[in-house]
């Protein structure tokens, strides 16, 4: 079979596609500019040339698109979104409009020779198709699997941030693994936005699995051999924006917390990985620090220690001297790996067959 892994961040996209008859260190693996980096030039273009935005397509990742479109607003120009588009900046169009957004419906004509169409979305396959047919591979996947991060849709007046923890401690107080992060095309709950819209913009003949994007760089810590000879394992993802650890009996979930990585010394990371172990955490501090939170929901002994992740040098010098895991070989590509397992126990036609690659 062939699969394609999209573990979708804030600064890189990373992508394996894998035939299984192949070893997995042999797949076609790429690190590429975030979709929301890709938009936000395009964006920055836009501002330079003085002309007016239209934003179409659907919702994805806000960041640095967010931070481009403040700044072509500061500059005197027009932004007009249709609805799905603009809650890529805030599931609330009234905050949206608030900035000076006009907001039209999807689909709807607008704008006119002094503005330029951007298109908003996570995944574009038919790009990527297009890209790799120059070095003659025939992008056809059996399956696909995309990791991204979703804040959800939080009631009015409630955070983005503090809604993403609360909703999180729900699905794993129902199932208290990593396999509460991962669900099918038909299965994403109604408070993701950003999920569903990757769901709706999926037009391949092939199923659906998406997961969180730290919890999909766990599971794949998870696979790396030296990570694999422990069963309670602290995994740490220190990815570009957000730091998640996860302590962990096998993949059951003892506790866990996530953070912003810019917000996070070595010694407050130190801090809170030893109280996350310890049963001591206070996701109430987490909060109060600008982060999401943090849950116990038992001690967790003496774990293993490994971290991944673009910003795992943080942890470098630390004196908890934690082990720098790279499944395959490819630090980059970890949620990417992750993905694969989530896919072998979404899909059960393909279990087999992806389990045998990965065991190679």
């Known amino acids: 079979m062939q699969i394609i892994c999209l573990d979708i961040g804030s600064t ?64 005197g120009l027009k932004v007009l979104a249709g609805e799905n588009a603009a809650r890529t900046f805030d599931d609330d169009l009234d905050i949206v409009s608030s900035w000076g957004i006009k907001i039209i419906a999807d689909g709807e004509k607008a704008g006119g020779r002094d503005s330029t169409t951007i298109a908003m979305a996570d995944i574009d396959l038919a790009q990527l198709r297009q890209a790799l047919s120059n070095w003659n591979i025939d992008l056809h996947p059996d399956a696909v699997a995309v990791a991204v991060l979703d804040h959800g849709i939080a009631p009015k007046g ?21 396999e509460a992060f991962m669900f099918s095309g038909t299965e994403i709950p109604s408070h993701f936005s950003r999920l569903l819209a990757v769901a709706r913009s999926f037009k391949e003949d092939a199923p659906l699995v998406l997961m969180d994007t730290g919890a999909a760089a766990v599971l794949g810590i998870c696979l790396d051999p030296m990570v694999a000879e422990h069963e309670n394992r602290l995994a740490i993802n220190m990815g570009n924006s957000h730091t998640l650890a ?3 009996q096998g993949t059951k979930v003892q506790g866990f917390f996530e953070h912003h990585t810019s917000a996070l010394s070595e010694e407050r990371l130190e801090q809170l990985l030893a109280s996350t172990v310890a049963g001591t955490l206070k996701g109430h501090d987490i909060r109060e620090e600008g982060g999401h939170g943090g849950l116990i929901f038992e001690k967790g002994g003496n774990p293993f220690i490994a971290v991944t992740g673009p910003r795992r040098s943080r942890l470098a010098h630390s004196h908890l001297k934690p082990y720098f895991a790279a499944p395959f070989g490819s630090m980059m590509l970890t949620g990417c790996y992750g993905l694969l397992k989530a896919a072998a126990i979404k899909l059960p036609r393909w279990r087999n067959e992806i389990e045998k690659a990965l065991a190679r």
């Open 246 to 248: 996860f302590n962990l």
């Open 12 to 75: 890189t996209q990373d992508i394996l596609f894998l035939d299984t008859t192949q070893p997995v260190e042999n797949a076609v693996q790429l690190v590429l500019p975030s979709p929301t980096i890709l938009a936000a030039r395009k964006i920055e273009a836009a501002t330079r040339q003085g002309k007016n935005i239209v934003l179409a397509g659907d919702t994805m990742g806000g960041g640095a698109c967010t931070s481009a479109i403040k700044r072509h607003l500061e500059a």
């Open 158 to 178: 409630e955070s983005d941030r503090l809604w993403r923890f609360r909703y999180l401690e729900q699905l794993l107080q129902a199932n208290l693994t990593l």
